[in-house]
């Protein structure tokens, strides 16, 4: 049986008022357009030219969408996927050299994060179009992609904005940073045109969030249509929020689970026990990839790396294997669990 679920944070947001400097006018700002397969959803208030900003917030979206979605024909993505040592190098434009240096730097992160994944995401079906596997891949096919992935496979000269491989079958997959990276920009957008009030959603899982009076409620990983958690407003003012989890794209094989989460050290879906990570802090794209990566992590070895490397941030990590059934999170309060099943582990 193959299943695939989208599960979103959910968000109930009613902005709240302030008052206006003599001259302005009010102006509300509702938009939802799809990019990147996904929703982009922003809800916002301000003193701004509406329309001119709408129209930036468009280009620029349609900008990311094109050239780093695979799901693009013409993308970059896809021009570097196709590429052969045989070809010249790809030549970026200011604008492609501008974002991919950024989104480069982000493997620096943490070694279970990089965006040469892609031969094992196709591998195991959760490449664009597939429907997942109904066989298992051989360990020798699992290795072989392996061998392919690896930021050291990229060659990429920033100053003289070039792109290529080190070998035929490299591919990337910009699919775990893409969202809050355009999160982080369409939000400087919007404060640079005046917005102080609301939040920008993509996906459900890539949020930013500005002025509010109202809470957040994170996505039960169990039951989409319900919530484990609710976090109080003043956590998330002005903040990115990003959710990673094991059940928002999976398929099964002879009653097996296998998440789209794969870990590039093992070249397999993961089976940590961990269903969500949301994590909390003011880079979105920062965010989506170390939630990915933390989902990789066993309990101990994600306890161990938030307090060494990450204690500026806020964290609500769902654990759920062999019956314990946990929240781990570095808060002690200014939030409410929703499912007594689960318990709160302070780390």
Partial sequence: MRKFLIALLTLCFTLGSFVCLTGCGEVNLTYSKMFFNSEVNIVVKGYSNKISCEEEITS??????????????????????????????????????????????????????????????????????AS??????????????????????????????????????????????????????????????????????????????LETTSKLSIVHPENVNDNVLQIENHLIKNKKLSTSGTYRKFYEIAGVKYSHVIDVSTGKPIDTGFTSITLIADNGAKLDALSTALLTLTKEELISYFNQNLSNYTIFAIYNKNGEKKVLTNLENDFTLLDSSYQIEKI
């Fill in 60 to 129: 620029t979206l349609t900008f990311l969408d094109n050239t780093f979605s695979l799901s693009k024909t013409g993308s970059l993505a896809n021009r570097f996927n196709n590429l052969t040592l045989e070809d010249e190098p790809i030549t970026l434009t200011e604008e492609e050299n501008q974002v991919f240096s950024t989104i480069y730097q982000l493997n620096t992160l943490h070694e279970k994060f990089n965006i040469t994944i892609y031969p094992l995401v196709e591998l195991w079906g959760f490449n664009a179009g």
């Fill in 132 to 209: 997942g596997k109904t066989e298992v891949p051989e360990d020798s096919e699992i290795q072989s992609a392996l061998e392919l992935v690896g930021t050291n496979k990229i060659l990429y000269n920033q100053q003289n904005k070039t792109l290529t491989k080190t070998e035929n079958g490299v591919k990337i997959d910009f699919g775990g940073v893409l969202k809050g990276y355009a999160v982080d920009v369409i939000t400087n957008i919007l404060k640079d045109n005046g917005y102080t009030d609301g939040y920008i959603s993509i996906g459900g899982s890539s949020i930013s969030i």
